[in-house]
């Protein structure tokens, strides 16, 4: 019965700890965010937000890639967000707003991007060639990232955040998205990424 009723306690301490809700503190509901974001959990990361944080996955537009490339291009960005180390220091509240200072290190991927390219780029000369590709040159650099992740050696990058939270019903929430914070969900990649896409269509 004893071990029944720790097991009970512990589960519910797993769950205060995890939920976003109305006792939490502004440090709580960091440290629950980012615990989020290591798995990639959207809905996770969104619990913690307000209407005006939300985030989505949606890669390239609505049906821009087949689910399986889409998985691979989830499956990257899990591996990478799992990476994430942060430290998450003491609020500054002010009435109902709060400033959480975080200390985040996380893997720059931009140069795995640009190794990918110089594949890609290869790959479209010899397209020119006359051995065309069976593939469009997204779901290459997709492809090519999936391959590519788990040997790559990647840097790791610090960043010192400065997180703005408000203090809903629901209990304190994440109230925007700072370009630093983006830059840590997408390892840096979001740049690279766009750059690619650029010179692919100059």
Known sequence: M????ALICALLLVLSLSACGKTSTPENTVT?????????????????????????????GSGAF????EQQLFDVFQKLASKIEYSVGEATVNDTTA???????????????????????????????????DTDVYTQMIEGLSEKVDDAT???????LQLALTETDDGW???????????VLSANMSDAFAD???SLTE
């Open 32 to 60: 629950t965010f980012f615990e989020a974001m290591k798995q990639l959990d959207f809905k996770g990361m969104n619990a913690c937000a307000t209407d005006d944080a939300q985030m989505e996955w949606n890669p390239g």
């Open 99 to 133: 400033t959480v200072p975080a200390k985040v290190t996380f893997v720059d991927a931009a140069p795995l991007v640009r190794d990918v390219m110089t594949d890609v780029m290869a790959n479209m000369v010899m397209s020119l060639l006359g051995e065309e590709s």
């Open 66 to 69: 087949s689910e399986e490339t």
């Open 154 to 160: 990647l840097s790791p990058q610090t960043v010192d």
């Open 196 to 198: 690619a896409v650029s």
């Open 2 to 5: 004893k071990r029944i009723t």
């Open 173 to 183: 929430k994440l109230s925007a998205w700072s370009d630093e914070l983006a830059n």
